[in-house]
Structure formats: structure tokens, C-alpha cells
Antibody, heavy 123, light 107 residues
């Protein structure tokens, strides 16, 4: 079964750090570009970050640029999101999401999502 | 940044009725466009990609149309399991952007 499982969420104080993980199984993780998407409580979806299959190209939303770092370990079939200088507005469920295909192919809709991990930034 | 605007925010529909949801992009996204369905407490689920291709597991009562800047999602005869929030998304330019969502509720 194709699956993504996030972990690492929790309660953190403003200015603190947290590292999220996403464990992939059931597919060849190293062949896929990956993304993080978040959803604040009661709000819509916000794309956060993207990384190519090799990790050579990375993009971030402006709202997290300079504070978050996406990375991956293809040997461990894992995706990561290091979140520093956290703010209250970063409070959200964080999902990792796999697209159908590579961005350049045009098949970039997200067909596989994890169950999400909740991050709460509060004092 | 491409802004995706969904309308209406809430759609009240009786079971068995037709529902039409709209999404407008602030600039052309071609057919690099998707719809997602999200139920409470669940992750989003891909419904339509390429503007009109139904994803695995969704019945034919769901259909997507449009290209460029105007898109519609039609549910021909709403079933109880279709009441959910629907999001549109463009994946032609960075940053990827989603619409604010349309909640389809029981009338």
C-alpha cells in the first residue's frame, strides 16, 4: 500500500523549533518530487515547500522562506521539514504530499497525502 | 502569485440535486489544475486533475471542466458521502496555490 506517515508535531513556544518527518512506503520514494502543505485550524490549504527527487531544487512559500528547511533522505524513504523561529501563524496541520508526476510533466496534482501532524505554536 | 478564487463559499444542496462549484485563476493556468475533496478530520483527496480527469475511486457523477482561468466542478446528483469541502489548486507556477474552498452542505 502506498502510504505517507508524518510525525514530529507538537506544542512549541514562539521562536522555537520543530522537525517534522514523513515516512514513505509502498512506492519508489527516490523517484518522486515531494511537498509539504499545511492547513491552519478551520482554514484552507497552503502549499509550504517542494523538493525534487534528488534534492537539487527546493522552493518555499514566502511565508516560511528563511525559517523552514525541507530535506529528504532517499536511503531512509523519508522527507523532513525543519521549522525554526516558529510563530503563532505557523499553527496548522502539516501534510506531506506526493504528486502524480514531476512538475515539468504537468502531472503535478497531489494524489497521495499523509494523515497530517499537528503543530501548535503557543506560549 | 496566482490567486485562486472559489465561489460560492458555501453551497446548500439537497441530496439528489446537482451542484456546480466554480474556481477562477487570476492568470491562465492552462490545464494544470486540480480539485480536491476534504471531509472533516481527513486529509484532502485528489478528485480531478488536468482540469477534467477524474482520479481513481471517484464516480462519474463528478466532472470537471474549464481551462485557462475559469473552471467548474459539477456533481450531477449529490449523495450523502459528497458533502464535504472542495478545494481547487493550480500547479502551473510557483508558488502553488489553492482556492479558499467551497463547503457543500446538506440543505
Amino acid at each position: 500500500e502506498v502510504q505517507l506517515v508524518e510525525s514530529g508535531g507538537g506544542l512549541v513556544q514562539p521562536g522555537g523549533s520543530l522537525r517534522l518527518s514523513c515516512a514513505a512506503s509502498g512506492f519508489t520514494f527516490s523517484s518522486y518530487e515531494m511537498n509539504w502543505v499545511r492547513q491552519a485550524p478551520g482554514k484552507g490549504l497552503e502549499w509550504v515547500s517542494y523538493i525534487t527527487s534528488s534534492g537539487s531544487t527546493i522552493y518555499y512559500a514566502d511565508s516560511v522562506k528563511g525559517r523552514f528547511t525541507i530535506s529528504r533522505d532517499n536511503a531512509k524513504n523519508s522527507l523532513y521539514l525543519q521549522m525554526n523561529s516558529l510563530r503563532a501563524e505557523d499553527t496548522a496541520v502539516y501534510y506531506c504530499a506526493r504528486p502524480l508526476g514531476d512538475f515539468l510533466t504537468g502531472y503535478f496534482a497531489f494524489d497521495i497525502w499523509g494523515q497530517g501532524t499537528m503543530v501548535t505554536v503557543s506560549s | 502569485e496566482i490567486v485562486m478564487t472559489q465561489s460560492p463559499a458555501t453551497l446548500s444542496v439537497s441530496p439528489g440535486e446537482r451542484a456546480t462549484l466554480s474556481c477562477r485563476a487570476s492568470q491562465s493556468v492552462g490545464s494544470n489544475f486540480a480539485w480536491y475533496q476534504q471531509k472533516p478530520g481527513q486529509a484532502p483527496r485528489l478528485l480531478i486533475f488536468g482540469a477534467s480527469t477524474r482520479a481513481t475511486g471517484f464516480p462519474a457523477r463528478f466532472s470537471g471542466n474549464g481551462s485557462g482561468t475559469e473552471f467548474t466542478l459539477t456533481i450531477s446528483s449529490l449523495q450523502s458521502e459528497d458533502f464535504a469541502v472542495y478545494y481547487c489548486q493550480q500547479y502551473t507556477n510557483w508558488p502553488l496555490t489553492f482556492g479558499g474552498g467551497t463547503k457543500v452542505e446538506i440543505k
